[in-house]
């Protein structure tokens, strides 16, 4: 199965959902996993969680799958405080 990494910008938030929401979907559109480059990203919302998870249940929809990689600390604590770390895989 083929996989295509999408780089996240510095912030996952209100402002930019929509636009990485569609963009992560078009990949998967094209029956790819996607591995979500996280480096960059410092911030993220409850909205950017939303979206993580929407577009998780969608790759499932389609028995595909996404991968976080390189997460930053501060994504990562938010992560670990929500609970949002169980339900991804990490490349």
């Given at each position: 199965?083929?996989t295509e990494t999408y780089k996240l910008g ?32 410092k911030y993220i919302s409850s909205t950017g ?22 997460v930053s600390a501060e994504v990562k604590d ?14």
């Amino acid at each position: 199965m083929n996989t295509e990494t999408y780089k996240l910008g510095e912030e996952l938030d209100s402002f930019n959902y929509k636009q990485v929401q569609e963009e992560i979907l078009a990949i998967l559109e094209k029956g790819c996993n996607v591995v979500l480059d996280m480096a960059a990203c410092k911030y993220i919302s409850s909205t950017g969680l939303r979206v993580l998870l929407y577009t998780k249940k969608m790759a499932a929809s389609k028995g595909l799958n996404i991968y976080l990689k390189d997460v930053s600390a501060e994504v990562k604590d938010i992560m670990d405080v929500t609970g949002f770390n169980n339900f991804f895989d990490y490349a």
